[in-house]
């Protein structure tokens, strides 16, 4: 299986996919968002590659590793605030006031497939995990690597 948009998308509905996604949402006591665009596909594209995954790797993943990976992805998201790290400052920015019209609409139906890379990159990989986080422009990258560290080891 290859990286492809399409399949991403088919992976994100695919029953073992969705029954996941729907269990942890649920267990988290969250909102799972119905729409799904397709920046959220390409990013999730950009994902795999800056990780060097494919979807075998995630629906392997699945097959192998389900209820430790719906652990992880529902202490990664009742953690999201022990977890958060804040943004990096750049003094050129102006400051941006927090809107107070921001809503919570829940959370796509991407996160699992981001959740797994994590996954995946802290069993197996840990150097790499610090690249990726890099890569993919992780604010606080390895403040934040310690932080899923710590949540995953805790398992």
Known sequence: MVNDIQSIRDLLYSTK????????????????????????????QKALGMAKFDLNDVEDLLETDFDRLRRFCV??????????VGQDFNPAEEDEEES????YVGHSLTFLLTFSILYLLLRDDRVRLSLYLKQMRQPKADKYQRAVENLFDGL
């Open 17 to 44: 996919y969705f029954s996941l996604a729907s269990s942890v949402i649920k267990e988290a006591k969250k909102i799972l968002c119905s729409d799904l665009y397709d920046a959220e596909l390409a990013y999730c």
């Open 75 to 84: 202490a990664m998201i009742r953690g999201a605030k022990l977890i958060d």
């Open 100 to 103: 107070s019209n921001e809503t």
